[in-house]
């Protein structure tokens, strides 16, 4: 079985820009959640999607937005980039996101704020 | 109170011997837990999950689980070198997953 991807693997924007990140989950998880992970602060939870809803939301700006389709297929935008988001992106899916499902991360994607 | 708690550490083990990671969570209701193994920029691997009390055992890896303590821990025996990384803590409400920030492991030959 595939695991999660996620694309760009590597993306370098500038201050006010706008970013969109892809994530696709294993094939049959429904649950994709997304983490900022930065050297000082760890993994930070953005959002929880499931069959295309928010389910559960960090504290995190409104700058930081995301949607799931209904192949489970997620994507997460980030407007007007600060050089704090500059960070390790990651996407994990699970199967439906409860107690007992494992969640397993795709390669991340690391943004660099210029 | 953080949700989940882990020693930063850096934790260090000789080569061979076994290396002992702990952490405490804050909420009674938590369902499941899970160890992840992060290698320096790389994302976080999925190394053991456990859901009932007592020991769960994979290999040189074995995750032990107390929930009247709040507690869990993993335990690596014989330690290698490619041990050495970021030990991430995570437990599952049943609505959410809350990581901690990790354990460095640093295992010296």
């Known amino acids: 079985k595939a695991g999660v991807t996620q694309t760009p693997r590597y993306l370098i924007k500038t201050r006010g820009q706008q970013v969109t990140l892809s994530c696709s989950p294993i094939s049959g998880h429904r649950s994709v959640s997304w983490y900022q992970q930065t050297p000082g602060q760890g993994l930070q939870f953005l959002f929880e999607?499931?069959?295309?809803?928010?389910?559960n939301k960090g504290n995190f700006p409104g700058r930081f937005s995301g949607r799931q389709f209904s192949n489970s297929r997620s994507e997460m935008n980030v407007s007007t980039l600060e050089l704090g988001d500059s960070a390790l992106y990651l996407c994990a899916s699970s199967l439906t996101g409860r107690a007992i499902n494992e969640q397993f991360f795709g390669p991340g994607t690391r943004l660099t704020v210029l | 109170q953080k949700e989940v708690e882990q020693n930063s550490g850096p934790l260090s083990v000789p080569e061979g011997a076994i290396a002992s990671l702990n952490c405490t969570y804050s909420d009674r209701v938590s369902q499941s837990f899970f160890w992840y193994r992060q290698y320096s920029g790389k994302s976080p691997e999925l190394i053991m999950s456990i859901y009932s009390n007592g020991d769960k055992e994979d290999g040189r890896f074995t995750a032990q689980l107390n929930k009247a303590s709040q507690y869990v821990s993993l335990l690596i025996r014989d330690s290698q070198p490619s041990d050495s990384a970021t030990y991430l803590c995570?437990?599952?409400?049943?609505?959410?997953?809350?990581f901690g920030t990790g354990t460095s492991l640093t295992v010296i030959p």
């Open positions: 999607y499931f069959s295309e809803t928010q389910r």
């Open positions: 995570a437990v599952n409400t049943g609505n959410q997953f809350y």
